[in-house]
């Protein structure tokens, strides 16, 4: 019987101590850990003397508590008796050491070699990149003589840097020469991978199409190094294309997509990159549940508040259906500054997808075949898958090995790196329109840290259409605020979006109110406050324990709480941004504000797009 247990402690046992388990040490193991056998019946099955059982048990005791010890935390001295809570927590510990590569305690070193043909002036991009690799404990190595290495020392290599520039063009040849060495290596070790990649420091090669050198980059991986604050982000892809995604593993998922694509099925499928395990994402709204407070992505999360969402958004009475009924207006008017045969789109925070379906149709389809052209490709994010395979469900225009979701919290910076590493090798390098719209950017805790993550990915000629919810500055007037206040209470109160703000809350947990009841608790702060950027109103949706008694709410994983009388849980959180206070924060965030459209109703509310891009200083 293969016993998964065992073959995870042995594997540890090899790499703590070089040797593996003997048989007698096993069969102590597996007797202990499976129905706790004493030492004389061990002794007896294995004919050996109790006395030399009892010895060579202290002694595997001993060795597995180093096999088991945990990294920053006090050695636990495994025993007979702790011996099954050792094991489980070890594979715990390895689980998430293997879901969570960025806080992995056991990361592996590269070795990478740096070959500059940038020519750029001092200190190079490449000297500051083999730093901050050392930094990342990568050992890195700078040379210019890749072609005089015997092969053996090439074998080496995990990795081969080219760094170009436009000062590189003249020593085409050399770098031809260097890029087909790197091939020839890489062909001849199928089980070490060699990662090839192309960095332009500083500004682009520029190079005629038919020069040979275009030849030898066909597959290669490019990325930039404008300048050196985009050294950190540049080693993020660096490691993520060594950790998993070797060059080969790529081809091979897009040698699958385009087999997909032949397949005869029906469309009712989505293609979905899962980045994140969902036991986890429980755990943290089971902890945000808690703490009194739900984050944003987490209110949208799950089936229920998903139908919430869709249902809310398809109600006359809610400001998102005015929002969404005329989004395409102005949406359309930004449609020229992205090139239709050149661009992929990925929507950050997709929701429900009525918009993204109007943007494919406006900014993507050729006036001869309504329809993109046959590699676009359209990469819906959202933390929930549920609402992702709605909003794929909306986008029919296009094949479905061509819409291929990710799931994935946007609010982190490796959850960001990842998103768009994965639209650069599945889009094949081709440029982004990133989607940052339905003022998800206000319902987030910390909107200056979420679009500085966009930004710091976004590459020179990536775009970002972005709308938010503003208010006229004239709405806040000393006379007008208090009708204002009065008037976005009244969009927030509203039944559908009231039930949707209520639904993470139901969900997941068992609140046992009376609908009527639970009514009375639903609750809409908003107030005038000022930010570092200028003036935001701030929108607080809360369940408050307005009952007659204290609340015991169990969570899906059993874990309780009790909410107090007129203890409050902060469900939603929201800002309507003057416009002035929306520019001013994209422009700090170093984006260039290419075009906008905008809507404002009579009472002073609206939104604006945007058509944004990152500035680059050369
Ligand atoms: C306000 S809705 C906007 C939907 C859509 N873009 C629109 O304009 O109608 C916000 C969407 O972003 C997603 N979202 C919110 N926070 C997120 C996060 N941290 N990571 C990923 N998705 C998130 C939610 O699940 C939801 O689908």
Request: charged content about 30%; aromatic content about 10%.
């Given at each position: 019987m293969c016993k998964k247990w065992l073959e995870r402690v042995e594997r540890g046992f090899y790499q703590e101590h070089g040797k593996y388990l003997d048989?007698?040490?096993?069969?102590?193991?597996?007797?202990?850990?499976?129905?706790?056998?004493?030492?004389?019946?061990i002794a007896t099955a294995l004919n050996y003397s109790p006395r030399t059982i009892n010895l060579l048990a202290s002694q595997l005791w001993k060795l597995l508590t180093d096999v088991f010890k945990e990294k920053e935390k006090e050695k636990v001295k495994v025993?007979?008796?702790?011996?099954?809570?050792?094991?489980?927590?070890?594979?715990?510990?390895?689980?998430?050491?293997?879901?969570?590569?960025?806080?992995?305690?056991?990361?592996?070193?590269?070795?990478?070699?740096?070959?500059?043909?940038?020519?750029?002036?001092?200190?190079s991009i490449a000297e500051q990149l083999r730093k901050t690799l050392q930094d990342a404990r990568q050992a890195t190595t700078i040379g210019q003589d890749w072609l005089q290495r015997s092969n053996k020392e090439l074998n080496e290599y995990d990795c081969f840097l080219l760094i170009v520039s436009s000062h590189s063009v003249d020593e085409s040849e050399i770098m031809i020469e260097e890029l087909q060495r790197a091939r020839e290596s890489r062909e001849t070790r199928p089980d070490k991978p060699l990662t090839i990649l192309l960095i332009h420091a500083g500004s682009h090669l520029s190079l005629p199409l038919n020069h040979p050198l275009h030849k030898q980059l066909q597959d290669i991986s490019q990325s930039e190094c404008l300048s050196s604050s985009d050294l950190p982000i540049l080693v993020a892809e660096i490691m993520k294309c060594l950790e998993t995604t070797n060059e080969s593993t790529l081809r091979g998922l897009l040698l699958l997509i385009q087999k997909l694509g032949k397949l005869k099925i029906s469309d009712n499928w989505m293609l979905t990159y899962v980045g994140e395990n969902q036991l986890h994402k429980l755990g943290d709204l089971v902890l945000d549940l808690k703490n009194r407070k739900i984050r944003s992505g987490y209110?949208?999360?799950?089936?229920?508040?998903?139908?919430?969402?869709?249902?809310?958004?398809?109600?006359?009475?809610?400001?998102?259906?005015?929002?969404?009924?005329?989004f395409p207006d102005h949406a359309r008017q930004l449609a020229?500054?992205?090139?239709?045969?050149?661009?992929?789109?990925?929507?950050?925070?997709?929701?429900?997808?009525?918009?993204?379906?109007?943007?494919?149709?406006?900014?993507?389809?050729?006036?001869?075949?309504?329809?993109?052209?046959?590699?676009?490709?359209?990469?819906?994010v959202d933390m929930s898958l549920d609402m992702l395979r709605v909003a794929i469900g909306r986008i029919q225009e296009l094949p479905s090995h061509r819409r291929i979701a990710i799931q994935r919290?946007?609010?982190?910076?490796?959850?960001?790196?990842?998103?768009?590493?994965?639209?650069?090798?599945?889009?094949?390098?081709?440029?982004?329109?990133?989607?940052?719209?339905?003022?998800?950017?206000?319902?987030?805790?910390?909107?200056e840290h979420v679009l500085n993550n966009i930004v710091q990915v976004m590459k020179s000629n990536d775009l970002l259409l972005f709308e938010a919810q503003i208010i006229n500055d004239s709405a806040l007037t000393n006379n007008q605020l208090q009708k204002t206040i009065q008037y976005v209470k009244e969009e927030y109160e509203g039944i559908s979006f009231r039930q949707f703000a209520?639904?993470?809350l139901l969900q997941n947990s068992d609140l046992s109110v009376e609908p009527k009841e639970r009514d009375s608790c639903y609750l809409v702060e908003v107030s005038l406050q000022p930010?570092?950027?200028?003036?935001?109103?701030?929108?607080?949706?809360?369940?408050?324990?307005?009952?007659?008694?204290?609340?015991?709410?169990?969570?899906?994983?059993?874990?309780?709480?009790?909410?107090?009388?007129?203890?409050?849980?902060?469900?939603?959180c929201s800002r309507k941004f003057t416009q002035g206070t929306l520019e001013h924060f994209v422009q700090a965030t170093n984006l260039s504000i290419l075009g906008k459209s905008l809507y404002l109703t009579n009472r002073g509310t609206g939104f604006v797009v945007m058509m944004l891009q990152r500035n680059y200083q050369n």
């Open positions: 048989d007698i040490q096993r069969e102590i193991l597996i007797r202990c850990y499976d129905s706790k056998q004493s030492y004389e019946k025993t007979k008796a702790n011996l099954r809570g050792a094991v489980k927590r070890f594979i715990d510990q390895q689980d998430l050491e293997e879901v969570d590569p960025i806080n992995s305690t056991t990361t592996k070193t590269f070795q990478i070699f740096i070959s500059d043909r940038s020519k750029n002036s001092e200190p209110a949208y999360w799950g089936v229920g508040p998903t139908r919430m969402w869709t249902t809310a958004c398809t109600d006359p009475c809610y400001h998102m259906r005015e929002n969404i009924e005329r020229n500054y992205v090139n239709k045969e050149q661009y992929n789109f990925v929507s950050l925070g997709v929701g429900e997808g009525s918009k993204d379906s109007n943007i494919i149709r406006d900014f993507f389809n050729r006036d001869d075949q309504a329809k993109p052209r046959d590699d676009f490709s359209y990469l819906p919290d946007i609010e982190t910076k490796e959850g960001m790196a990842e998103i768009a590493h994965i639209a650069k090798v599945l889009g094949e390098n081709r440029p982004i329109l990133y989607g940052f719209i339905g003022n998800t950017i206000a319902n987030v805790e910390d909107p209520l639904s993470a930010w570092k950027y200028g003036q935001v109103l701030q929108i607080g949706c809360c369940f408050e324990n307005n009952t007659d008694k204290e609340l015991y709410l169990t969570f899906p994983n059993e874990d309780t709480t009790t909410l107090g009388l007129k203890e409050k849980i902060h469900l939603y």
